[in-house]
Structure formats: structure tokens, C-alpha cells
């Protein structure tokens, strides 16, 4: 296909075939997100043959897209062991597109331990920090917060959770405008003694470290969406069922909204005084609208789309790439934590704890 990218545009790289109905589903993000943000052009990975006839529906992706023509695709099975040495895969070539300068960000739907793993080794990690970590932005009650890990890391020690904890509270200064964000750790108590090890080890550090941020000690899983705090820490095992339980409460809230108003004469007619209200709590409830999870911790912008997104839902990674991008975020994280003493806080718990 033509080349259609010039200096001017920002580039995403995205792997089309990654997640459920690809490369249906990515093409579907991807004419929604050009129509959103003229700026953009997309070097699409994938099957081009498959590519090419999905995108016939949208014949003016033709002058926004360049298809780089992959076969291999990376399944859900594939360990990241595997596909770290299979170079041919879409994933991986979308990736090294950040990584050789082609492309800004990389937007993937799909295996997420192969995505951490090939983004780890092509993009490698910021100075001073040992994990990369998946982070989103979701809803509460009265505004947004910051969530990480949310799958990249299912066992954590101390010292990674502190780091999150540093880029959780970059983040949500940034993204969020918060001057001064709360940050916490994700537990099953309140109570200092409650909690794994790791944990009550990483709240310890950061209860007596000279870090600028405001650590607030622990909290509950159901004291999340009452905005306790503007950052939640947790490993990526407790971050993802943290994660999975919200979507899943929120869904049901809207189906449960959606019939109480089908199956009530009643709520029919008083449907014009509270359509607004209804609306207003069903957009805030829905998942579509906060996907697109980033790595935060890497030398490249890589963001991960949820596996059953659909076409809008992708279209919202793809968005949320480009703004990241747009505010310089990597560069952003890399420079802050130029000026935190993330050596003050490995010394801390291998000296107190260990």
C-alpha cells in the first residue's frame, strides 16, 4: 500500500491481529479514531489480505493506514517465552516500530504476558525502575484515579510495589491535574498488621520515606469507588481481579438500570424527568469508555486493549494512546523520576526488612 505517513502526523503502530474477532475489531477502532483525531496515521500489522477486505467498509482508511504485511499472529496460548524469539508475529513488529522511531505508541488487543514480555525487551525499562507495570485511569465517585498493576506482574515484591506507587503518583499528577495525590495500597484491612508481607513491608518504606507524596496507608476493595485515594497500588494478580470485579459490578448496574426502566410502566413516564440522570450514571458505568491500560515503566509508549473490546471500545485504546503521546508521558515519567531517590527506597527494605 501506498505510504501515507509524513513528518507532520503523530504514528501509532497497532497489531490487527490481536484480540477476539481481529481484524474485524481493529479496523472498526480505527475508523472511528481517524475520524476523531485528523492528526493521526497508523502502520496496521497483520494479515494484509484480511486487513485489506475489512477495510473496504472504509475505504478512507486507505489514506491514513500503511499495512505491514505479518502472518504469524501471537495466540492467547502462546507463552512469552515463545514469542519473544518469533520475530515475524504482528505483535512484535508492532512494537519494534516504537521501538526503531516508525511509530510514537503501539495499541494491541492481545496476549497480554507476550505484550509485557516483547514491549519489556525491544523498549527496556526507564532507569531506576525494575518492573514495568500495566496502569489505567477508571471512574469514582467524585472524579478519576490512577490503578496499577493490573496484570503484568502477578507476584511483586516491596520494592516494586513502591515503585508503582512513584509512577502512580507521576501519573495522576500529570493526567489527572491532582497537585498533590493520595496514594494507597490495595489490602484486605486498614489495620498495619493486615496484609501480605510484601505489602505491609512496601507501606512501611513509603510511610517513612523522604518521597514528596502523599501516602495515606491502606485500603479496601470496596472503598475504591468512594475515592479514598487518587492512586491504587496493587501486584498484578490482586490489581486484575481488582480490575475484572469493577467491570463486572458495572455492567451488571447498567443491565439492572436498563431493566428496572423496560419492565415498569411507571418508570416509563417518569423516564423524561430522569433521562439525563440515568444517562449521565450509564456513560460513567461504561468499561467501553476507560479502555486502552498502558505499561508504565518503559523506555515506549505501549497500551493494551481489552481482548473482547469492540470497535468503539478500541477505538478508545487508540485515543488514549494519542493523547498520552500528545503530552509527552514517557518523557514526562523518565524526567520526574530523575528526582526521586528510588535507590533510598531499595536500601530502606533490604536494610529494615530483610
Not at 504476558?113 to 496502569?135: C, D, E, F, Y
Not at 495525590?181 to 490495595?186: D, E, G, Q, S, T
Not at 444517562?279 to 460513567?284: D, E, F, G, L
Not at 470497535?311 to 523520576?337: K, P
Amino acid at each position: 500500500m501506498e505510504q501515507v505517513l509524513s513528518d507532520n502526523n503523530l504514528v501509532i503502530s497497532v497489531d490487527a491481529m490481536g484480540g477476539d474477532n481481529s481484524p474485524r475489531i481493529v479496523i472498526e477502532g480505527l475508523a472511528l479514531s481517524a475520524k476523531k483525531n485528523p492528526d493521526i496515521r497508523f502502520l496496521v500489522f497483520g494479515d494484509e489480505n484480511k486487513i485489506k477486505e475489512e477495510m473496504k467498509k472504509f475505504s478512507f482508511l486507505t489514506k491514513v493506514c500503511t499495512i505491514c504485511n505479518c502472518i504469524e499472529v501471537v495466540r492467547n496460548e502462546d507463552k512469552p517465552s515463545q514469542v519473544i524469539r518469533n520475530k515475524n508475529t504482528s505483535m512484535y513488529q508492532a512494537i519494534d516500530a516504537v521501538r526503531r522511531g516508525e511509530a510514537k505508541a503501539v495499541v494491541s488487543a492481545g496476549n497480554t504476558g507476550a505484550l509485557m514480555a516483547i514491549s519489556k525487551m525491544l523498549l527496556k525499562t526507564i532507569q531506576k525502575i525494575h518492573r514495568p507495570a500495566i496502569v489505567s485511569i477508571m471512574p469514582h465517585r467524585y472524579g478519576k484515579y490512577v490503578m496499577l498493576d493490573l496484570g503484568a506482574n502477578t507476584e511483586c515484591n516491596a520494592v516494586n510495589l513502591a515503585e508503582f506507587a512513584v509512577m502512580g503518583n507521576i501519573l495522576a499528577k500529570n493526567a489527572l491535574n491532582i497537585e498533590k495525590p493520595k496514594v494507597a495500597l490495595l489490602n484486605i484491612g486498614a489495620e498495619e498488621m493486615k496484609g501480605k508481607e510484601e505489602i505491609r513491608h512496601a507501606a512501611q518504606m513509603l510511610k517513612n520515606s523522604s518521597i514528596n507524596m502523599e501516602f495515606v496507608g491502606f485500603v479496601e476493595p470496596h472503598e475504591i469507588a468512594f475515592g479514598k485515594a487518587d492512586v491504587i497500588v496493587a501486584d498484578g494478580f490482586t490489581g486484575n481481579v481488582a480490575l475484572k470485579s469493577i467491570e463486572g459490578t458495572a455492567k451488571l448496574m447498567r443491565s439492572m438500570i436498563k431493566d428496572a426502566i423496560k419492565h415498569s410502566v411507571l418508570s416509563w413516564f417518569g423516564l423524561p424527568f430522569m433521562f439525563f440522570a440515568v444517562k449521565k450514571i450509564s456513560k460513567t458505568m461504561n468499561p467501553k469508555l476507560y479502555n486502552g491500560a498502558m505499561f508504565v515503566g518503559l523506555n515506549g509508549l505501549s497500551v493494551k486493549s481489552h481482548g473482547g473490546a469492540d470497535g468503539f471500545g478500541f477505538s478508545v485504546a487508540l485515543n488514549n494512546a494519542a493523547n498520552l503521546v500528545r503530552q509527552d508521558f514517557v518523557n514526562t515519567i523518565r524526567n520526574e523520576l530523575e528526582n526521586v531517590d528510588l535507590d533510598e527506597v531499595s536500601q530502606d527494605i533490604f536494610y529494615e526488612v530483610y
